[in-house]
């Protein structure tokens, strides 16, 4: 720990007195240690920051914990039932630093603040403790403080409650809140897409009431998400209860207005106000009214499918190299919010997708527009995050100059769309709500606002000068008191005829008048004894105070105080209008929202040359001339061009379903990815990497490429691949798209090959999805002769002089080899090892073309007669042992059996 969180308060070097509380009754505490445990008690769950001067203190095993989190020192103060209590601190000033390495950690912190004056707690008596209180929960779904958020992703918490629809069914309602914008949104969904629902809304946190957290088909998936799970109660989760608390927390005689809600979606409502309730306490964040996402409404992605994908982060968990990275042209918080958010649902309704198009569209036509659109929202800034701080009591001065500066660009995006033609439904739904926005406050804070502003309101300075004339004259005082004590002494001096008259000032009487003793005499006179009141006599002088110079030493001595009182006053009349506007202020962020991220996907196609895709609600699915966004952005630059493919899964009744073989590293799986990744953006409402695509809406959407171990369960990789593989043929529906990539490679070779076998006939079969399947099982390419929904591609290759060479070509066709030894040379394998596959690889085809396996797959069902291939050691000779038959090691000499041995160990 630094010294700064070494600091004692004079509280903390009490001494030891009977124990204050009824927690420490057998041990002998400090009061303010009493005060201490006794806060701690009613916070067990929590970290406690407890305030003391200008540090937050931790004891016990709060200090023990923190100190290993933060790597601070541990010390000690005291002793407690005989043992040295624990102790670490952080400054208040760098608080937030410190919070936000213990929520990442997963800890709650609850925050101790003093809730009076430190002279009030002196009236009591000299040890009396100043009252302290927790003022707030800190927890990673609630925090606001912009040091610990991320400006371009939502907060969420989220809240869950469920209804049982059947003796094995339950529906589940969910109720998403991020209250550092306001944001309350509702949904429900059954049990096989709560996964997926939930991996839509990416939480931060999420409450799980006790049935549920304990709940053994469940318990398994709250221990391996990576949000932190809040288990809750019972108690106040009923529908009945829940509803009450939706209309006293709106104002609402019913919720009627706000749209029709299932008893789920209310319980899980009313969960999320009880949790911002306990969390809060006493500050209440500006929510917008719930709204509802119909089932269905927006594309199911599971958790897997989007780690798969990559959509917002990397495997590794990266932001850059995902595709939002990539996508991610928006010039305002909020927008890259909305952006993330679009991209994590996007929608299924063509008519609601239309609308996004349309506005794209306006603006990749309207160039000239989309340049002044995003030049305004340049210089606008968080508008919702600092309107939910000043509704908490948390904003500081620069919440109002943000807030300002927001309406303005508000106002000013208003008035360039006010005199745009022809705006589409979803940019002129966004003017309408910038045009009707009353912005007489911004200029009232512009005025109100000095150019400086101070984080902190406590700090002061932060009213314009000229702007109250009570604060001016307090500044005036405080600043220059010595001009006035000049004047008023210029003027006794001249009334009284003393030249020598002064004005002076000492820690004991304060300021007083001093005279010379004889001045003094007659100042103890008619007409003067009534003005000048005796103090003190001293050798060769004498001391006066006046009223009036008591009532300016008043004033100066306070200027300071009431100079803050004033200005905090101002602070907080100026919030409070604000807050009076929340719901228009609001509104007006979302569209700010809409129209940055608009703009930015226009300014994308244009800058990439993307078009706009045909959404309907068909089962089409062709592609022309598609790639992947993310892969052509990192060879773009390198200097290299991204080699466009075509795809087409289209069905009258049912999807097609594309067979895939090709060499390794032919670029099987950017073919898989790219096309999943185009129906997202398409979806979202964007424009797609293609030059022509047709999409028939997508319901869910299933990707399994690649795998790994998941040791933490006991899973192996071809475990996880097999559950992933069951979640897609248990849940894909005739409009979902399916992508595989070497389902069946973790096993044996035959078992591996006849669950290929077996799940593509189930795509076909019973699932009749649109679907790509890629495989090195060269024998499944048969099944397009059999069944007759399925096509068969490959990647093209070629060799030129020894070398492979990939052309990353998609053409229709089978292929014959898999190049992996080419591959493994490239790889760097020793030259010996890649020689010897080799010679093995000729001596299995030669085995293959003597008993072929092709045989079995024209007999269906699958393998009938087991096929085992020939042992490699009789296929071929032992090269070692031969050699090694061809040492004598009684005729040979030290040296020569040394040398022996490094020739087997080079080319052996």
């Given at each position: 720990m630094s010294s700064q969180a070494q600091y004692q308060s004079p509280e903390s070097a009490e001494p030891d007195m009977p124990a204050a509380s009824k927690s420490a009754q057998d041990s002998r505490v400090t009061p303010m240690m009493a005060q201490y445990i006794e806060i701690k008690a009613a916070n067990p769950d929590s970290l406690l920051f407890y305030r003391m001067g200008d540090f937050y203190e931790l004891f016990f095993e709060d200090a023990e914990i923190a100190s290993r989190s933060l790597g601070i020192v541990l010390t000690k103060r005291g002793k407690h039932q005989g043992q040295d209590i624990p102790m670490c601190g952080v400054p208040v000033d760098r608080a937030d630093d410190y919070l936000q390495r213990l929520i990442g950690l997963g800890h709650r912190v609850a925050v101790c603040e003093q809730t009076e004056d430190p002279a009030e707690a002196k009236k009591r008596g000299a040890k009396s403790v100043v009252r302290r209180d927790v003022v707030r929960l800190v927890t990673p779904g609630t925090i606001t403080e912009d040091r610990l958020l991320d400006p371009g992703r939502a907060n969420f918490f989220l809240a869950i409650a469920r209804r049982r629809v059947s003796d094995t069914e339950w529906c589940y309602g969910l109720a998403a809140v991020d209250i550092s914008t306001g944001h309350f949104v509702l949904s429900e969904t059954d049990g096989s897409g709560l996964a997926a629902e939930i991996a839509r809304f990416e939480p931060r946190e999420i409450l799980v009431p006790d049935v549920i957290h304990d709940d053994s088909e469940l318990s398994a998936f709250w221990r391996e998400t990576k949000a932190a799970i809040t288990p809750l109660s019972r108690e106040g989760l009923d529908p009945a209860s829940a509803e009450r608390r939706l209309k006293d927390y709106f104002g609402v005689a019913t919720l009627d207005a706000f749209g029709s809600f299932s008893r789920a979606e209310i319980t899980a409502a009313g969960s999320a106000l009880f949790y911002i309730e306990k969390t809060q306490i006493g500050s209440r964040p500006v929510l917008n009214p719930p709204s509802r996402e119909n089932v269905g409404a927006a594309l199911a992605i599971d958790a897997a499918t989007r780690a798969?994908?990559?959509?917002t982060r990397t495997l590794s968990g990266e932001r850059a190299g995902s595709l939002l990275a990539t996508i991610d042209c928006t010039v305002t918080p909020g927008g890259a919010r909305l952006l993330g958010e679009r991209l994590a649902g996007p929608l299924t309704h063509p008519d609601m997708i239309r609308d996004r198009q349309d506005a794209v569209a306006a603006l990749v036509e309207n160039a000239d527009?989309?340049?002044?659109?995003?030049?305004?929202l340049k210089r606008s800034p968080d508008l919702a995050r600092a309107l939910s701080r000043l509704g908490l009591g948390r904003g500081g001065p620069r919440d109002?100059?943000?807030?300002?500066?927001g309406l303005f660009a508000a106002r000013d995006l208003g008035l360039e769309l006010a005199i745009a033609p022809n705006l589409p439904r979803e940019l002129s739904d966004a003017a309408h709500r910038l045009q009707s926005l009353r912005t007489e406050i911004a200029d009232k804070l512009a005025a109100a606002l000095a150019d400086e502003l101070p984080l902190l309101k406590r700090d002061g300075g932060f009213v314009r000068a000229s702007y109250d004339q009570n604060l001016?004259?307090?500044r005036e005082l405080q600043q220059d008191s010595r001009r006035f004590i000049a004047a008023l002494q210029a003027r006794y001096a001249t009334e009284t005829g003393c030249r020598t008259l002064r004005v002076k000032?000492?820690?004991?009487?304060?300021?007083?008048?001093?005279?010379?003793q004889n001045v003094g005499e007659d100042l103890l006179k008619e007409p003067w004894k009534e003005t000048f009141v005796h103090r003190q006599t001293m050798a060769g002088a004498m001391r006066f105070s006046t009223v009036e110079l008591g009532e300016l030493e008043s004033k100066i001595a306070s200027a300071s105080d009431r100079a803050l009182r004033i200005e905090l006053g101002l602070f907080e009349a100026m919030a409070q209008e604000l807050v009076d506007l929340s719901a228009e202020i609001a509104s007006a962020a979302e569209a700010i929202a809409v129209v940055d991220v608009t703009a930015a996907l226009a300014e994308l196609a244009v800058?990439?040359?993307w078009t706009r895709p045909l959404i309907d609600t068909s089962l089409a699915f062709r592609i022309k001339g598609g790639r992947h966004p993310v892969v052509e952005a990192a060879l773009k630059r390198e200097g290299e061009a991204f080699i466009a493919n075509n795809s087409d899964l289209s069905g009258k009744d049912a999807g097609h379903i594309l067979l895939i073989t090709g060499p390794n590293m032919g670029g099987k799986s950017t073919y898989l990815r790219q096309n999943a990744l185009i129906v997202v953006l398409a979806q979202m409402g964007s424009f797609v990497p293609a030059k022509e695509a047709h999409i028939g809406i997508v319901d869910r959407l299933f990707s399994r490429v690649g795998a790994a171990d998941d040791l933490a369960r006991g899973r192996s990789t071809f475990m996880v691949e097999m559950v992933e593989t069951a979640a897609i043929l248990n849940q894909a529906t005739a409009r979902s798209l399916v992508i595989l990539d070497e389902i069946g490679r973790g096993t044996a070779t035959f078992d591996g090959l006849s669950i290929a076998w077996a799940a593509i006939e189930h795509l076909h079969e019973a699932n009749r999805c649109r679907a790509l399947f890629a495989t090195h099982f060269h024998e499944l390419t048969a099944l397009a002769e059999r069944l007759p929904r399925i096509a068969n591609a490959t990647l093209k290759v070629t060799e030129w002089h020894g070398e492979v060479v990939f052309l990353h070509e998609v053409v229709p066709g089978a292929a014959d080899r898999s190049y992996g030894l080419q591959v493994a040379r490239l790889a760097g394998l020793p030259l010996a090892v890649v020689d010897r596959a080799k010679t093995i690889l000729s001596e299995l085809e030669r085995s293959d073309r003597e008993s072929p396996k092709r045989a079995l797959v024209d007999d269906l069902p699958l393998f009938a007669v087991p096929v085992r291939a020939e042992p490699v050691a009789k296929a071929?000779?032992?090269?070692?042992?031969?050699?090694?038959e061809a040492i004598d090691p009684d005729q040979m000499t030290p040296r020569e059996a040394l040398d022996a041995l490094y020739r087997l160990k080079t080319h052996l």
């Amino acid at each position: 720990m630094s010294s700064q969180a070494q600091y004692q308060s004079p509280e903390s070097a009490e001494p030891d007195m009977p124990a204050a509380s009824k927690s420490a009754q057998d041990s002998r505490v400090t009061p303010m240690m009493a005060q201490y445990i006794e806060i701690k008690a009613a916070n067990p769950d929590s970290l406690l920051f407890y305030r003391m001067g200008d540090f937050y203190e931790l004891f016990f095993e709060d200090a023990e914990i923190a100190s290993r989190s933060l790597g601070i020192v541990l010390t000690k103060r005291g002793k407690h039932q005989g043992q040295d209590i624990p102790m670490c601190g952080v400054p208040v000033d760098r608080a937030d630093d410190y919070l936000q390495r213990l929520i990442g950690l997963g800890h709650r912190v609850a925050v101790c603040e003093q809730t009076e004056d430190p002279a009030e707690a002196k009236k009591r008596g000299a040890k009396s403790v100043v009252r302290r209180d927790v003022v707030r929960l800190v927890t990673p779904g609630t925090i606001t403080e912009d040091r610990l958020l991320d400006p371009g992703r939502a907060n969420f918490f989220l809240a869950i409650a469920r209804r049982r629809v059947s003796d094995t069914e339950w529906c589940y309602g969910l109720a998403a809140v991020d209250i550092s914008t306001g944001h309350f949104v509702l949904s429900e969904t059954d049990g096989s897409g709560l996964a997926a629902e939930i991996a839509r809304f990416e939480p931060r946190e999420i409450l799980v009431p006790d049935v549920i957290h304990d709940d053994s088909e469940l318990s398994a998936f709250w221990r391996e998400t990576k949000a932190a799970i809040t288990p809750l109660s019972r108690e106040g989760l009923d529908p009945a209860s829940a509803e009450r608390r939706l209309k006293d927390y709106f104002g609402v005689a019913t919720l009627d207005a706000f749209g029709s809600f299932s008893r789920a979606e209310i319980t899980a409502a009313g969960s999320a106000l009880f949790y911002i309730e306990k969390t809060q306490i006493g500050s209440r964040p500006v929510l917008n009214p719930p709204s509802r996402e119909n089932v269905g409404a927006a594309l199911a992605i599971d958790a897997a499918t989007r780690a798969n994908l990559e959509l917002t982060r990397t495997l590794s968990g990266e932001r850059a190299g995902s595709l939002l990275a990539t996508i991610d042209c928006t010039v305002t918080p909020g927008g890259a919010r909305l952006l993330g958010e679009r991209l994590a649902g996007p929608l299924t309704h063509p008519d609601m997708i239309r609308d996004r198009q349309d506005a794209v569209a306006a603006l990749v036509e309207n160039a000239d527009l989309r340049e002044r659109l995003r030049r305004i929202l340049k210089r606008s800034p968080d508008l919702a995050r600092a309107l939910s701080r000043l509704g908490l009591g948390r904003g500081g001065p620069r919440d109002l100059a943000c807030v300002r500066d927001g309406l303005f660009a508000a106002r000013d995006l208003g008035l360039e769309l006010a005199i745009a033609p022809n705006l589409p439904r979803e940019l002129s739904d966004a003017a309408h709500r910038l045009q009707s926005l009353r912005t007489e406050i911004a200029d009232k804070l512009a005025a109100a606002l000095a150019d400086e502003l101070p984080l902190l309101k406590r700090d002061g300075g932060f009213v314009r000068a000229s702007y109250d004339q009570n604060l001016d004259e307090l500044r005036e005082l405080q600043q220059d008191s010595r001009r006035f004590i000049a004047a008023l002494q210029a003027r006794y001096a001249t009334e009284t005829g003393c030249r020598t008259l002064r004005v002076k000032h000492n820690h004991m009487i304060g300021y007083f008048v001093e005279v010379p003793q004889n001045v003094g005499e007659d100042l103890l006179k008619e007409p003067w004894k009534e003005t000048f009141v005796h103090r003190q006599t001293m050798a060769g002088a004498m001391r006066f105070s006046t009223v009036e110079l008591g009532e300016l030493e008043s004033k100066i001595a306070s200027a300071s105080d009431r100079a803050l009182r004033i200005e905090l006053g101002l602070f907080e009349a100026m919030a409070q209008e604000l807050v009076d506007l929340s719901a228009e202020i609001a509104s007006a962020a979302e569209a700010i929202a809409v129209v940055d991220v608009t703009a930015a996907l226009a300014e994308l196609a244009v800058r990439l040359d993307w078009t706009r895709p045909l959404i309907d609600t068909s089962l089409a699915f062709r592609i022309k001339g598609g790639r992947h966004p993310v892969v052509e952005a990192a060879l773009k630059r390198e200097g290299e061009a991204f080699i466009a493919n075509n795809s087409d899964l289209s069905g009258k009744d049912a999807g097609h379903i594309l067979l895939i073989t090709g060499p390794n590293m032919g670029g099987k799986s950017t073919y898989l990815r790219q096309n999943a990744l185009i129906v997202v953006l398409a979806q979202m409402g964007s424009f797609v990497p293609a030059k022509e695509a047709h999409i028939g809406i997508v319901d869910r959407l299933f990707s399994r490429v690649g795998a790994a171990d998941d040791l933490a369960r006991g899973r192996s990789t071809f475990m996880v691949e097999m559950v992933e593989t069951a979640a897609i043929l248990n849940q894909a529906t005739a409009r979902s798209l399916v992508i595989l990539d070497e389902i069946g490679r973790g096993t044996a070779t035959f078992d591996g090959l006849s669950i290929a076998w077996a799940a593509i006939e189930h795509l076909h079969e019973a699932n009749r999805c649109r679907a790509l399947f890629a495989t090195h099982f060269h024998e499944l390419t048969a099944l397009a002769e059999r069944l007759p929904r399925i096509a068969n591609a490959t990647l093209k290759v070629t060799e030129w002089h020894g070398e492979v060479v990939f052309l990353h070509e998609v053409v229709p066709g089978a292929a014959d080899r898999s190049y992996g030894l080419q591959v493994a040379r490239l790889a760097g394998l020793p030259l010996a090892v890649v020689d010897r596959a080799k010679t093995i690889l000729s001596e299995l085809e030669r085995s293959d073309r003597e008993s072929p396996k092709r045989a079995l797959v024209d007999d269906l069902p699958l393998f009938a007669v087991p096929v085992r291939a020939e042992p490699v050691a009789k296929a071929m000779p032992d090269l070692l042992r031969a050699a090694l038959e061809a040492i004598d090691p009684d005729q040979m000499t030290p040296r020569e059996a040394l040398d022996a041995l490094y020739r087997l160990k080079t080319h052996l």
